[in-house]
């Protein structure tokens, strides 16, 4: 039987991507495997929102080739397109259009033997359609809303590589989200590259969806994957408020928590309207998760800067933290910015703010201990389940329980590594 290995790289975006290849080449005939062992085909799908992003991208592709010198090596996705200069080490090449047309480029290949290129292009045209009924290997299932960014923030190549914004059929979504609830689906996480900017092309909004989403019987919980605090409006907070299938759980990028620093990143916020919009929010649900992402060593970042920041996150009590070094990415505005942070200073920041971002979650977690919540159980290992609550909580138990499934859990003790222990009520 052919074999094909898949490597996914980066965001949630790109998951959804592979899983609809996945989908493609089974229904083509190909057993899929781990992308660590020997297979006639590779699927690599890119990253580039980082330096860090670019090497384990090329890493992989050289990995892979490695693996198997006679094997097909497709490259996909954002380093694809940052990097057009890879053709020599990719049998087929496509950067963030035409990624459907993936088994047809292999196959025209296979036949001719001549690399399939799709030339890069700065305008991405139409969303480009896929369409999931199952999720293969996951308890929650992700739907593709939207892919693009208009904002350029000086530090990010995402817009470059992206594109503007565009957003999937209203009606399609819906009838994808019903497919995959009648395959036994409780939570979706709508996932995009804005995702919150959905609609703003087809004459549609995002608190629009949510609302026609939240309606779609069976579905017991839906996610988003990400939301600027900046698209929480008024529409936004009351679909929030009236339909508890939304989760108690929003990811809201900060990135600084210093007005002088947002400034120079070009964000669309100060702290200020940050603030405020949070105490909006929990006014709406008290206990819930807010994570965040915070970069630091940003050019010109003093150290009373990043003090300003810390403070800031303690101050908002976020559950989460993830923390990224500035990286500089070529043809962004950042690029021409002076004052740029030295490597050394940039990790011990990453080191005070991680370790502030550990304190902030036992914090959380340590609330709910003696309390009963909704556990969606995702794995089995050793005797233990594993799963997530509504606010993204992790709990383990070695009570019997059904995967894949909402059990309600009495939380007993907090564990290392943020992790809760739990018991099912007799």
């Not at 074999?3 to 965001?11: A, D, M, R, Y």
């Amino acid at each position: 039987m052919k074999t094909v290995g898949f490597c996914t790289l980066g965001c949630k975006v790109n998951t959804y991507e592979s899983a609809y290849l996945e989908e493609l080449f089974q229904k083509d005939g190909y057993q899929v495997k781990d992308y660590h062992q020997p297979c006639d085909v590779y699927v690599i799908n890119t990253c580039t929102v980082t330096n860090e992003s670019d090497k384990k991208s090329r890493k992989m592709i050289r990995f892979c080739r490695k693996l198997n010198k006679e094997a097909i090596i497709i490259g996909m996705g954002c380093f694809i397109e940052a990097h057009p200069e890879l053709v020599d080490e990719l049998d087929i090449r496509v950067g963030n259009r035409g990624k459907k047309d993936v088994l047809k480029l292999l196959h025209t290949y296979q036949q001719t033997k001549r690399k399939q290129i799709i030339p890069i292009q700065k305008e991405k045209g139409h969303f480009e359609d896929m369409f999931l009924t199952s999720f293969h290997g996951r308890t929650r299932a992700f739907v593709k809303i939207q892919d693009g960014c208009e904002n350029f923030c000086t530090y990010c190549i995402i817009p470059y590589v992206r594109g503007k914004c565009r957003s999937k059929d209203f009606k399609t979504i819906l009838k994808e989200i019903k497919e995959l609830v009648l395959n036994g689906y409780q939570e979706v996480v709508l996932t995009g590259i804005h995702t919150g900017h959905y609609g703003v092309d087809i004459n549609h909004s995002f608190a629009e969806l949510l609302e026609a989403i939240c309606q779609i019987d069976g579905l017991k919980r839906l996610r988003i994957s990400s939301i600027e605090i900046t698209e929480l409006g008024d529409d936004f907070l009351k679909v929030f408020k009236e339909n508890p299938i939304i989760v108690d759980h929003l990811h809201i990028p900060l990135q600084a928590g210093c007005d002088r620093t947002l400034k120079r990143m070009g964000r669309k916020y100060d702290l200020s309207y940050f603030e405020n919009k949070v105490a909006q929010i929990r006014k709406i649900r008290p206990n819930i998760a807010l994570t965040t992402d915070v970069i630091v060593g940003f050019p010109e970042e003093s150290e009373q800067d990043f003090q300003t920041t810390l403070d800031t996150v303690a101050r908002i009590g976020f559950m989460k933290v993830h923390v990224f070094p500035f990286s500089l990415r070529k043809g962004t505005a950042a690029e021409k910015l002076k004052g740029h942070i030295d490597e050394h200073t940039k990790k011990e920041r990453v080191r005070r703010l991680i370790q502030l971002s550990d304190e902030l979650e036992d914090q959380y977690l340590k609330k709910f201990i003696g309390k009963e919540e909704d556990v969606l159980f995702e794995t089995l290992k050793d005797g233990v389940y594993t799963g997530h609550t509504s606010n993204y909580m992790k709990v383990v138990t070695s009570d019997e329980v059904s995967l894949h499934t909402i059990e309600k859990i009495t939380i007993t003790e907090l564990l290392e590594n943020h992790t809760l222990r739990g018991s099912k009520q007799k």
